[in-house]
């Protein structure tokens, strides 16, 4: 078992921060937010233009036919710079989604245009404050026409398409829906990170088009967010060793009565709490990349720890982060509230911290039993 990347993940891992930090992505996300924006146009196109987004897609629809673990090292990239741009909801989960449950004929059509740009995608789940559950999903199917209301889905006013989860005669099923078709609206729903917008969408009597099988879209959702779990982990690892240097940077370069605040013994066990979460959360990160990359039959459980120590690392160092730069911490010039603001938003998209927890216990029930 390697728990470690190769040489060339970690080559492709060093050229994507070197490029995110030409590109400023952590000033255009300060910009995003400023500006009200939602997304950097410009940052994505460019994004586009470096393959990232066929990152997963087959050669034969002109993507880069990599792996999940490429995947997880641009993830991380993305994560420590917060790069505002549509990346998650398209490939972790639209993309994702495209390649494990669609049919030739919707490949063939969306993975190039996905690869090119031409197509954004994004995943509409949740109906309302509690969490989205296979008993609990209001958004009907029937017939290909969908009727009712997603909230705080990701990205959408950008996107093209969306993976829509509804209830159906024999269940729930995944149905791909074009955004610009009569029917849907979209509306603005403010979120405490506003550099990754999130939208209200009402489906009024819309066409859609089956993936997967009808009435197993539950299970098929459940296999795409445990692996897009990874993936987010890996976004929530950048975030935390970003807000780790920037406290030690902090720390080194502030004095206080003649000295260092690094200095101290209080700032110097934030730091090593920091340190400790940050390390244990890699470890955990590592295992499920691994479990992702070999289908292995540790994947949930190791998913879901992955994300539970992920969440709970970015929560702890950006809260940190903000104590060590004491006062300054919480000014707008600062950037410490940028990375506490996307720690507060990645512990909430695709479940809260007790819903995986939930998730990894029943996780570890199952694997007993089995």
Request: glycine share 6%; proline share 2%.
């Amino acid at each position: 078992m390697n728990l470690d990347f190769s040489d060339d993940q970690k080559l492709l891992q060093d050229e994507a921060r070197k490029f995110l930090s030409k590109e400023q992505a952590l000033l255009r996300n300060r910009t995003v937010l400023e500006e009200n924006n939602k997304v950097d146009k410009d940052l994505w196109e460019k994004i586009v233009a470096l393959g990232w987004t066929g990152i997963r897609i087959p050669e034969e629809y002109n993507g880069l036919d990599l792996g999940h673990l490429e995947l997880c090292v641009i993830a991380e990239e993305l994560g420590r710079f917060l790069a505002p741009v549509p990346f998650s909801s398209s490939v972790y989960l639209f993309t994702e989604a495209i390649i494990n449950y669609a049919d030739d004929e919707i490949k063939s059509h969306f993975l190039p245009k996905l690869v090119s740009g031409e197509i954004i995608g994004t995943i509409a789940v949740t109906e309302d404050l509690k969490a989205p559950s296979e008993n609990n999903i209001l958004v009907t199917e029937n017939n290909g026409i969908i009727n009712g209301k997603k909230i705080a889905v990701p990205d959408a006013e950008i996107s093209t398409h969306s993976v829509v989860v509804c209830k159906c005669e024999s269940g729930i099923s995944l149905q791909l829906v074009d955004l610009s078709s009569p029917g849907v609206t979209i509306e603005q729903q403010e979120t405490i990170d506003d550099s990754r917008g999130h939208f209200l969408i009402n489906f009024e009597n819309v066409e859609s088009n089956l993936i997967g099988d009808k009435g197993n879209g539950w299970k098929s959702y459940e296999t795409l967010i445990n692996q897009a779990a990874v993936f987010f982990s890996y976004e929530q690892i950048g975030g935390s060793q970003a807000t780790l240097d920037m406290a030690i940077n902090y720390a080194k370069e502030r004095y206080a009565f003649g000295r260092p605040i690094g200095s101290y013994q209080a700032i110097k066990h934030k730091l090593a709490d920091m340190y400790i979460a940050l390390t244990l959360a890699k470890s955990n990160c590592y295992y499920a990349a691994w479990a992702l990359s070999t289908n292995s039959s540790d994947f949930p459980s190791a998913s879901a720890t992955a994300r539970v120590s992920a969440t709970k690392a970015y929560q702890l160092c950006s809260q940190e982060n903000i104590q060590t730069h004491g006062g300054n911490g919480f000014t707008w010039e600062y950037d410490c509230h940028m990375f506490y603001r996307r720690s507060k938003l990645l512990s909430l998209n695709i479940g809260s911290l007790s819903n995986w927890k939930e998730k990894l216990v029943t996780s570890l029930e199952q694997s007993n039993i089995n």
